[in-house]
């Protein structure tokens, strides 16, 4: 017995033997005419009921057989052209002018975009398209078109639903990582078992790192390890970068718009991150991309800001701008870390192994040591390295083993100019200068070798002999002479030559490479300080390309030639310099609060004078953080020292420049409990090796007695 709560067998007798399929037999048990409708469609689909297929069409053309009661009517209306309305005139009876209209949502009117629901009607006598009445009679199913349209658009839903709900639970789960590379050489990264290089100097997009703990390895393609973390990489952020070694200078800053008739409000100066390994941001309106210049804005808005983060470009062989940074910031262990991971990707190529060491010593002397070391191990051939190492090595307190080190080479390779200068320049000053001076009579033409003779007679003010040492370097390699151009330009000074040593400082500038025309200009402007008619800045302001704005200036350079610095930032090592010449106890009161980065604002001259009045005074804080300046070696600054202190010892076994004797002299001249003759003598003496007539000569005539 077939259950038929609706009456569909007694409606439709043809039926009763299409029951034998489940699915319609369901349906008619059921009472459900729409269902029995789709069972029909389904069954003659896939083939089943093949015996009663022209029954089944004839059933499936004629929708009025499945009618349903309305229970409610539609709505019909339109705003705008948007709403909904019936379409379409399938199945007309001209009996009683009924038809089956389509329910749709429509566009501008009549452009059919959903279908909702079929329906038995009879249009209003006297209507029209835009505006028509409507009786209804019954719902009947949708037909075969708007069915498949309304399945179709319904999956699409459903799938974009799904789609978005996976991207969700993947985004949930995954970060992509920009890897950014502030380094001026390519790098392998390894990160979350993925591998990618990073171009020099660029930034790539690692996509979809799973969230939790990564490990991150860069290396060089030479196997240099550069950085290596474990990172904690979250989900939903706009930003997530791994800034390897925090080597790249990353900036963040505001982008101001305003109306176009409202004056143009100064910029916030962006903020450099330095030295910070991970940077992540939720929000953030242009992520390494250029804002635009300007933005549409209503009255209303007035001034609306935007964030920009991006990485700040960097000249080619230039001072890395992290490196500036921290320096400025006087995050000295950050840079030391920065600089040590630079010099072994440079291959301890020695201009970059000395930076770095010079900082390095500044804040962890074993790991100097263990850098000057590991140095010579890459590259034993390379004598700057080797000198590079016994100059930390001394100061750290190796001296003897380092003696010991280089003796026992020496005697392994006597006939090696190399083995025995290494070793020459480790005897006391005085017996290695006569050690030098042998050597140069065996290996003439040793570089080496030569610059040393040309430094040891320049110290020893043996001018002609500088002239003549300095002549033959410059034969054998200019770029060796133009290290000793002070020493040149000192003998000439010396010799009563000054217009000539203006003339080869010119020439050298031209000459020499960035870091020696710094040096040049410097020297320029010391020599030039006393000449009428010359700009003793004129090498500097080239330097700093003709611009008067402030941030063009060299103020460090101008500080150490010992030039004025009005207009500069207020750092503590060029306020030193400014009251050097005249205040000596405002001096010592601003040495006992520098930092280990202000002394390189010091010139040489400034330092001594500075070191001298604390040691003289007692002022033991000042004295203790100007001692780590490393100007001189550890046995001459102890001279030094218990020479400003009256002490009855000569500096004739100190290895000291001109200047510093100088300023020693004049220290120890101000000491009261001395002979008048001895500080008269000690004055002259300070007035004659001021040869460039700079900080002594002023202190001289402006320090009270």
Known sequence: MIQDPAGLLRRIPELKPLCE?????????????????????????????????????????????????????????????FGATLLGSAEPDSHDGTHIATHYVVALFAIPLLPLGAYVVRPAEGGNMMSRGWSLFARVPLGLLPWLYSRTLALGVMALVVLGAARSFHASRNQDVRLINGFPKPLNVELAGRTQRVPARGMIILPAVPVGRQQGRAVTDDGIEVDALELEVSSGLEVFAWNIAGAAPVYRETVAYGPRSSAPEPPDKPEIDCGRKVISLRSVDYAFREPPASMQLSKADGRITRTRIDVAPQEEGSNPLCLVVLLEENRTAEAAAFLEVSARMSGWEPEATARALRIVLMTDPGAALRMGRAAIQSRPEEVELHRLYQWVAERTGQQEALVEEYRARAEAQPDSATAQYLHARLMPWREGARAMEQLAQRFPTDRYVLRSVTYNRWLAGDWRGTLEAWERLRSLDASDAS??????????????????ALALLKKLFEEAGPMNRSRTAELYARVARTEKGVAPDELIAALEGGGSEEGSKQWLLRSRAELPTQGAPDWPGLRLMSAVGRDPQAVVELAARLESPDLQQLSDAGWALAYGEAVRTGATASEKVLAQAYVVDDASLELFRRFVRGEAVSLQDAELEPELRAAACFVRSRNKALPAEERRRLLEQARKEDWFHGSVSEAIASWAP
Not at 49 to 61: G, P, Q, T, V
């Open 21 to 81: 399929d489940p699915g319609v037999r369901v349906a008619v048990e059921r009472g459900d005419p729409f269902r029995l409708y789709r069972a029909l469609r389904w069954a003659r689909w896939l083939g089943r009921l093949r015996s009663h297929r022209e029954l089944i069409d004839s059933l499936l053309a004629q929708r009025r057989l499945f009618v349903r009661p309305i229970k409610s009517n539609p709505w019909l209306g339109t705003v705008n052209g």
């Open 483 to 500: 290290g000793l151009v002070e020493a040149e330009a000192t003998a000439l000074v010396a010799l009563g030559r000054r217009g000539e």
